[in-house]
C-alpha cells in the first residue's frame, strides 16, 4: 500500500516564487490536511478538508491555498513564498470517525 | 478539545519507565491521540483514548480522564530508539480537524 504520498521531498524557492506540493492517498480517506512543522512550535494546521469539494481554514492559512477536486489529491499551494514560509509540510489523511491520521514523509521547504 | 499542553523535553536512561503528561481543554473533546516522531521523519500513531482509563499496547500505555481533561503515554523498559518527539493531539469538535500540542522530546541515555 502506498498510503499517504508527498512530493517533492526537498524544494529550495527563491522569494517570490510559486509553487504546488502534491499530496495524494489511496485509502479512500474523507478527511485530508497540510500542517506545517517549526522547531518548538509542532504541528500546525494550514488547511483541511472533509471531503471533495470542500476545504477550510486552519490556524495558518495566510500565502497558501488549496483545493480538493478528487478523493484522493489534496494539493497545496504557495503563491508568492516568502523566507517565513522555509518549513517542513506534512500531509495527513484519516476516515471519518475515530480513526488515527496517517502522514506523508514531509517535504523540507527552503525559501531564500 | 485543544489548548494542549505538554511538557518540552524529558530525558531517561535505557530500561526506565518515563510518563508523558498532557493536559486539554475539556469543552469539545472528542478523543486523544498520541503519536511518536523520530528526528526527519513523520508521526506515527501510537494510541487513541476515548474513554477513560488506561489503554495498554505492548511497552506502550495510555490514560485518559476525561474529567480532568488529562491524559499520559507511559512508555516502559526504554529502549535507545524511543528516543523521539511524543505528540499528544485533540480530536476536538469541529469535523475534520486534529489539534497537536507542540510535542514533547523524550532522549533515552544509555
Known amino acids: 500500500n502506498a498510503g499517504v504520498t508527498q512530493t517533492p521531498k526537498f524544494q529550495v524557492l527563491k522569494t517570490g516564487q510559486s509553487m504546488t506540493l502534491q499530496c495524494a492517498q489511496d485509502?479512500?480517506?474523507?478527511?485530508m490536511s497540510w500542517y506545517r512543522q517549526d522547531p518548538g512550535m509542532g504541528l500546525r494546521l494550514i488547511h483541511y478538508?472533509?471531503?471533495?469539494?470542500?476545504?477550510d481554514q486552519g490556524e495558518v492559512p495566510n500565502g497558501y491555498n488549496v483545493s480538493r477536486s478528487t478523493t484522493e489529491d489534496f494539493p497545496l499551494r504557495l503563491l508568492s513564498a516568502a523566507p517565513s514560509q522555509t518549513s517542513v509540510y506534512f500531509c495527513?489523511?484519516?476516515?471519518?470517525?475515530?480513526?488515527?491520521?496517517?502522514f506523508g514523509q514531509g517535504t523540507r521547504l527552503t525559501v531564500v | 478539545g485543544q489548548n494542549i499542553d505538554q511538557p518540552t523535553e524529558m530525558t531517561a536512561t535505557e530500561g526506565a519507565i518515563v510518563q508523558i503528561n498532557c493536559t486539554y481543554q475539556t469543552s469539545g473533546f472528542n478523543g486523544l491521540f498520541w503519536y511518536q516522531q523520530h528526528a526527519g521523519e513523520a508521526p506515527t500513531f501510537l494510541s487513541y483514548?476515548?474513554?477513560?482509563g488506561l489503554e495498554e499496547k505492548g511497552r506502550f500505555s495510555s490514560f485518559l480522564s476525561r474529567s480532568k481533561g488529562y491524559s499520559y503515554l507511559l512508555l516502559k523498559e526504554l529502549q535507545m530508539k524511543d528516543s523521539a518527539s511524543y505528540l499528544c493531539?485533540?480530536?476536538?469538535?469541529?469535523?475534520?480537524?486534529?489539534?497537536f500540542g507542540r510535542g514533547t522530546q523524550l532522549t533515552v541515555w544509555p
Open positions: 495527513a489523511s484519516r476516515s471519518t470517525g475515530n480513526t488515527e491520521a496517517f
Open positions: 478538508s472533509v471531503g471533495a469539494g470542500i476545504t
Open positions: 493531539a485533540d480530536r476536538g469538535s469541529t469535523l475534520g480537524r486534529l489539534y
Open positions: 485509502m479512500n480517506h474523507e478527511y
Open positions: 483514548n476515548v474513554l477513560d
